[in-house]
T-cell receptor, first 112, second 111 residues
Framework: AQSVTQLDSHVSVSEGTPVLLRCNYSSSYSPSLFWYVQHPNKGLQLLLKYTSAATLVKGINGFEAEFKKSETSFHLTKPSAHMSDAAEYFCVALNSGYALNFGKGTSLLVTP | DADVTQTPRNRITKTGKRIMLECSQTKGHDRMYWYRQDPGLGLRLIYYSFDVKDINKGEISDGYSVSRQAQAKFSLSLESAIPNQTALYFC??????????FGPGTRLTVL
C-alpha cells in the first residue's frame, strides 16, 4: 500500500516569503498523489493532483508540486505566502484505486 | 449551493446514544466515503460505497454502520456512541477513482 510522510508538523513563514511543505511517499510504482488544504472550520479542498502526466503540477492559488521519483518526494511550494494561506495541508496517496491515504498534516502559519 | 452537504454540522451526545450523520451530494457521483479526522492523525476511512448496492468497510469500521439510501445519500450511524468516537467526520464523493470532493464536516462530541 502507498503511504505518505509529511516531514513537518508545523511550518511558519513570513508573508511574502516562499512556502515549502515536504512530503515523501512510499511506493514501488508511480502513485497518484494529491495535496489538500483545510482552512479552519472548513472542509478539505483539493489543491492539486499528480497522476503521472507531468512531474511539475500546478494547482490553485499559486501552489505547485514537483514529483521526484528519485527522491520519492512530492513537495508543495508557493513563491510568495499570503496571510490567507494559513491552514492545514495534507499530502495524500491513492491506494487500491479508491482509498485515500492521508499524511498527518502540516500546519502552515503565516506571520505579517 | 454546496455540492456535498452534511447534517448536522455539530452534535453533542452522551455515551450509549445512537447517532446518525447524513451526507447528500448533488454531483451525481456513484462513489461515496466516510472519514474521521482526529488531531495529528489525518483522515482515516470508515466506510465506502461504489454504488447503492456496494458497501465496504474501510480502515476503522468497528463501532460504525452505514446506509446508502440512494445514489445521492450516504448515512453513517454510531449504534452506541462512546467518547473515543469524538472526532470530525467527513463525507466525500468521487466519480473518477482518484479525485474526491469533501463535505464541510460534522463535529461530533460524545460525553
Amino acid at each position: 500500500a502507498q503511504s505518505v510522510t509529511q516531514l513537518d508538523s508545523h511550518v511558519s513563514v513570513s508573508e511574502g516569503t516562499p512556502v515549502l511543505l515536504r512530503c515523501n511517499y512510499s511506493s514501488s510504482y508511480s502513485p497518484s498523489l494529491f495535496w489538500y488544504v483545510q482552512h479552519p472550520n472548513k472542509g478539505l479542498q483539493l489543491l492539486l493532483k499528480y497522476t503521472s502526466a507531468a512531474t511539475l503540477v500546478k494547482g490553485i492559488n499559486g501552489f505547485e508540486a514537483e514529483f521526484k521519483k528519485s527522491e520519492t518526494s512530492f513537495h508543495l511550494t508557493k513563491p510568495s505566502a499570503h496571510m490567507s494561506d494559513a491552514a492545514e495541508y495534507f499530502c495524500v496517496a491513492l491506494n487500491s484505486g479508491y482509498a485515500l491515504n492521508f499524511g498527518k498534516g502540516t500546519s502552515l502559519l503565516v506571520t505579517p | 449551493d454546496a455540492d456535498v452537504t452534511q447534517t448536522p454540522r455539530n452534535r453533542i451526545t452522551k455515551t450509549g446514544k445512537r447517532i446518525m450523520l447524513e451526507c447528500s451530494q448533488t454531483k451525481g457521483h456513484d462513489r461515496m466515503y466516510w472519514y474521521r479526522q482526529d488531531p495529528g492523525l489525518g483522515l482515516r476511512l470508515i466506510y465506502y460505497s461504489f454504488d447503492v448496492k456496494d458497501i465496504n468497510k474501510g480502515e476503522i469500521s468497528d463501532g460504525y454502520s452505514v446506509s446508502r439510501q440512494a445514489q445521492a445519500k450516504f448515512s453513517l450511524s454510531l449504534e452506541s456512541a462512546i467518547p473515543n468516537q469524538t472526532a470530525l467526520y467527513f463525507c466525500a464523493t468521487s466519480d473518477l477513482p482518484d479525485t474526491q470532493y469533501f463535505g464541510p464536516g460534522t463535529r461530533l462530541t460524545v460525553l
